[in-house]
Each structure stands twice: as structure tokens, then as C-alpha cells.
């Protein structure tokens, strides 16, 4: 089985952006094992701190946080790094070819039940023109990405990464310590009927989106396959198997709250998986606007989000 590193070198993908990617992967690694150790490893519960979200952080989004900012500072490629857990954006170094943001830990609410959690990065160009903790580093639109992946911590630790090429999965190999790849080119299942949103928000939904999960879970009849139903509570969980299967995944505004825009973040969440997604030939979209085409106006800005199989989302949206 072929080793990311020498994939990366035949997709002609730049050195120091695979040695960047190298890093972030060893913090992954590391993440992983921590994970795999549980209460023996002092992982779970909660710490007394909110992050900028306004969430409470748990101990594991702390320590990935750390983890990942550790290996970060010491790595010669980065202009500058955001985080989900950062309140600002952290400068590394002046002359750093790239800017990094990350979610650490994604689902943190599985922590504490051994359910399926990850971390979510994406990579970008640095503005040499900017200094390094100028927000406007981060202020791009999704297609500006040089690299977006994330890891699923499951039964077996995963990697899903996107360097503007095909959407790869590689699975981390525990007894020698590096992820192998084992599934050249994902594509997201053109049809499948299988939706992922909170139904317990139903209420809080524009309309639109209520009349299309309405229309899902209605009783078919006429030899239509009927729809199933999954919610994981970690993105990662969920998109994982979306590109697996296939099937639509929703996070929309809540519409009793004026100008709301969701609870995704557009820069560690929505964007990334928004090119692992349509790498993959599936289709990323706000309910207004593509989301490689976004522009970040906010670090921590939130935006609604719908993405998957093309024609599932082209459904949702025609009715938008
Ligand atoms: P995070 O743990 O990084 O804050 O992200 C949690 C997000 C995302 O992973 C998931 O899709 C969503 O929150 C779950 O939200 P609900 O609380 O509505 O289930
Ligand atoms: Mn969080
Ligand atoms: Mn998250
Ligand atoms: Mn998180």
C-alpha cells in the first residue's frame, strides 16, 4: 500500500506543503493515540473555560488545541495559524509560505460516549503582504485552499485529504505509524437516500428546508425508495459518510433568530469539507451561495450549510 508521502509527490504537490501537511499529521497522530487511551489517558470531561464560540470547551478540544499549536510553532512553513479553539489569529513566522486553520477536535460532544470525533484543517497561500496576524490572512473564499482534509478518530483513525486534485482516503497503520492509502479517488454516490440534519431543530428552520426534509420523510408510495435518517452530532462522522455512501448533509440557520446564520464555521468546518465534498463530485452550498465561493468576511463566522450527493442538494435547493 502506497505511503501519503510519496502520493504527494506524484500528484506533484509542492515540497513544503507536503512537509506542512506532514506536521499537521503528526499532531493528528498524536490526537489519535491520546483518543484511543480514553479515561486511562486523561482525555475526558470538561475544563471550566469557554472558547470565543461561546462553547463550553471540553479537556480533549483544549489538549488538541495545544497539540496542534506545538507543533505549528515550530514548523518553518507557517505564516500564521487560526483555530476554532483561538480567540485571534496566532503569527508563526514573517516569511511562512502558507496559513493554516483548524478545527482540533470537531464533535466534541462524542468525547465522553466514544463516539466518532475528528479534526478538520484547511491550507492556504500567505498574503506576503500582510503581516502574519493580520485577520485578512484567513479572509478567502474556498477556493483559494491549497489543501483541506480531516481525520476521523473511529475504530480506525482515517485520513481524507484534498490537495485540488481527486479526494483521497488514507487509514492510519498503527503498528508502523503512517497513513496508507486506501481509497485513491472517493466520489460521493449520485443517488442515495439517506439524509443528516438535527431533526430536533426542526422548528427553527426556514421554511424551505422544512418543506424539503418534509418531502423526504413522506410516505412514498408509488415504489419511491424511501429515506433513511443519521446524525452523529461530529461533521466528520457525517460527511464521512456521505463521501462514503452518499446522502445530503444539513446544518441550516435557525429562522427565529434574525440574520442567524447556523452553527457551522465557514473557515474550519464549512470550506474544507466543501472541497473534500465537490473534489469528490458531490456539491457544497450555503442555500444562497456556492461555499468555494464564499468569502470569510469574519474569522469565526458561521454560515449555513448543505452539501453531498449533487442531485440531492440541487433538490433542496431548487426549492430554496
Ligand atoms: P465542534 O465540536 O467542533 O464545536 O463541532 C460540533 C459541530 C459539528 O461537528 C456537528 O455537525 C454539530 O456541531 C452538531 O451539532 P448539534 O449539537 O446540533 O448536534
Ligand atoms: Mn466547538
Ligand atoms: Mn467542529
Ligand atoms: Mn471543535
Known sequence: MKRLIPVLRADEVELDLIMLIRTILAATKEISFRVSQGALGGVLGSTLDENIQGETQKKLDVIANQLFKDMLLNEGNVKSFASEEEDTVVAVHDNGKFVVAFDP??????????????????????????????????????????????????????????????????????????????????????????????MSNYSKWPQYIQQYIDGLISPKGDGAPEYNMRWNGAMVGDIHRILTRGGIFLYPQNALKQGDTGKLRLL?????????????????????????????????????????????????????
Open 105 to 198: 477536535l470537531d464533535g466534541s460532544s462524542n468525547i465522553d460516549i466514544n463516539g466518532q470525533i475528528g479534526t478538520i484543517f484547511t491550507i492556504f497561500p500567505a498574503i506576503d503582504s500582510l503581516a502574519a496576524d493580520d485577520e485578512k490572512q484567513f479572509l478567502r473564499k474556498g477556493h483559494e485552499q491549497v489543501a483541506a482534509g480531516y481525520v476521523l478518530y473511529g475504530p480506525s483513525t482515517m485520513l481524507v485529504l484534498s490537495t485540488g486534485k481527486q479526494t483521497r482516503c488514507f487509514t492510519l497503520d498503527r503498528t508502523h505509524g503512517g497513513y496508507l492509502l486506501t481509497h485513491e479517488e472517493m466520489q460521493v454516490p449520485a443517488d442515495a437516500c439517506e439524509f443528516s440534519i438535527n
Open 268 to 320: 474550519y468546518e464549512a470550506m474544507p469539507m466543501a472541497m473534500l465534498i465537490e473534489g469528490a463530485g458531490g456539491l457544497a452550498s450555503s442555500g444562497t451561495q456556492d461555499i468555494m465561493q464564499t468569502r470569510l468576511t469574519q474569522l469565526h463566522q458561521r454560515v449555513p450549510v448543505i452539501m453531498g450527493s449533487k442531485k440531492e442538494v440541487e433538490a433542496c435547493l431548487s426549492i430554496c
